[in-house]
């Protein structure tokens, strides 16, 4: 019995997209179904016009090859859940913290409680918010209900490179897209997390039928 994983993220400028990315092969790599999803853009274009790489990002986006934007019906679907986003201010951006406050419904129902829950995100500077961001976005799985899986010390490229357990990061100076480490820390969560929802899944399963 495959695990649904939604992927849902937020990305100006593709960085976490990249990450997004990854996280979703490493998941199918474990068995699981997924979603790659985007929240919408909420920054007013004059804004996003003073970055040009947000403004190529933001278009290809909503272009006809752009990421599927989320839906509700999404996390529904969903056993896992991965929230990614950049780091703003030590906190996730407000676009993607404008869906996450739309799930209100779902929480109610008792719905969100059934979810695993993991999150990654990327920041300009090494010491600019990416453990708070992680731990920001947890926040909601708490008041959700749902179980956290982070990333850990998972594998050597954890351990010996990355050294984050929280979750997939990327320090982006100069813009600089992430490189095949992060990418791989990425996948490497993706693969534990497809491992992890897949048993919970299995568990609920068995659990209901017994």
């Known amino acids: 019995m495959y695990p649904n994983i939604a992927v849902v993220h937020y990305s100006a400028t593709g960085n976490t997209l990249k990450l997004a990315t990854a996280l979703a092969e490493g998941a199918r790599e474990?068995?699981?179904?997924?979603?790659?999803?985007?929240?919408?853009?909420?920054?007013?274009?004059?804004?996003?016009?003073?970055?040009?790489?947000?403004?190529?990002?933001?278009?290809?986006?909503?272009?006809e090859r752009g990421t599927p934007l989320a839906q509700l019906d999404d996390l529904v679907w969903a056993?896992?859940?991965?929230?990614?986003?950049?780091a703003r201010f030590g906190g996730p951006t407000a676009q993607l913290k404008n869906f996450l406050d739309s799930t209100g419904g779902l929480w109610a129902k008792g719905e969100m409680s059934k979810k695993a829950v993991t999150a990654f995100t990327s920041a300009s500077t090494s010491h600019g918010g990416l453990e708070s961001t992680i731990l920001a976005l947890l926040n909601v799985a708490y008041h959700w209900g749902a179980l956290i899986m982070p990333l850990g010390y998972a594998d050597d490229t954890i351990r010996k490179h990355t050294g984050n357990p929280y979750g997939a990061t990327w320090v982006s100076r100069g813009?600089?897209?992430?490189?095949?480490?992060?990418?791989?820390?990425?996948r490497t969560q993706g693969r534990r997390f497809a491992t992890i929802v897949g048993a919970l899944k299995r568990g609920m399963v068995n659990s209901s039928g017994s």
């Open 175 to 186: 813009g600089s897209a992430p490189d095949d480490m992060a990418l791989s820390a990425a």
């Open 30 to 63: 474990g068995g699981a179904a997924v979603r790659l999803l985007r929240v919408p853009e909420l920054a007013p274009r004059h804004a996003i016009e003073k970055n040009p790489t947000w403004v190529r990002h933001l278009d290809k986006e909503e272009s």
């Open 79 to 86: 056993d896992g859940i991965a929230l990614g986003s950049p």
